[in-house]
């Protein structure tokens, strides 16, 4: 079981990888300086998560997305209670939107690198709903398929 849960971890977060590597690779072939930036936004990101959101995670210490609850156990203290509107419209949705909506000004350029990213993007979201959320103890988040059963 623990083995199936880490393997979608893994296999999740290398999707995530890949399609935003390449996003990357297709903004950094136009230009250097956003790249750079754009790979800022990209760590700041995860950054901000695993601050706003994770730290209130009720097992950010055997995280299922495996790197993100490490990170959030160094960077901040664990908090208490319930997310707010605001944990997760402005820790996690709208910080999200600039990372998916900025490369697809760089990706139509190239059709097949367009049809990569959203082909790994969708599948690391299919890993992630069908699979990784199965077996996360976090019942705090929406997405928790037993939000109302055991806590960890
Ligand atoms: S399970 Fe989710 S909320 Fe918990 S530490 Fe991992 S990414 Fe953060
Ligand atoms: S329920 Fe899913 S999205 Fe929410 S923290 Fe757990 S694994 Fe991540």
Redesign the pocket.
């Known amino acids: 079981m623990k083995n199936t849960l880490n393997i979608h971890g893994l296999v999740s977060l290398l999707l995530i990888i890949d399609a935003f590597g390449v996003a990357l690779f297709s903004i950094g072939s136009q230009s250097t300086l956003i790249a750079v930036a754009f790979l800022l936004l990209f760590i700041g990101y995860f950054a901000l998560?695993?601050v706003v959101?994770?730290s209130?995670?009720?097992?950010?210490n055997n995280?299922?997305?495996l790197i993100?609850?490490r990170l959030?156990m160094l960077l901040s203290k664990r908090n208490s209670g319930p997310y707010t509107k605001n944990d997760i419209l402005f820790g996690v949705i709208l910080p999200f939107i600039p990372l998916l909506v900025i490369p697809q000004f760089y990706l139509i350029q190239n059709i097949l690198h367009l049809a990569i990213f959203w082909l790994f993007f969708g599948l690391a979201c299919f890993e992630i709903y069908f699979f990784v959320c199965k077996t996360?103890n976090?019942s705090n988040?929406m997405m928790c398929k037993h939000r109302y059963g055991t806590t960890p």
């Open positions: 998560v695993s959101y994770c209130k995670c009720l097992c950010r995280c299922n997305h993100i609850g959030s996360c976090n988040c």
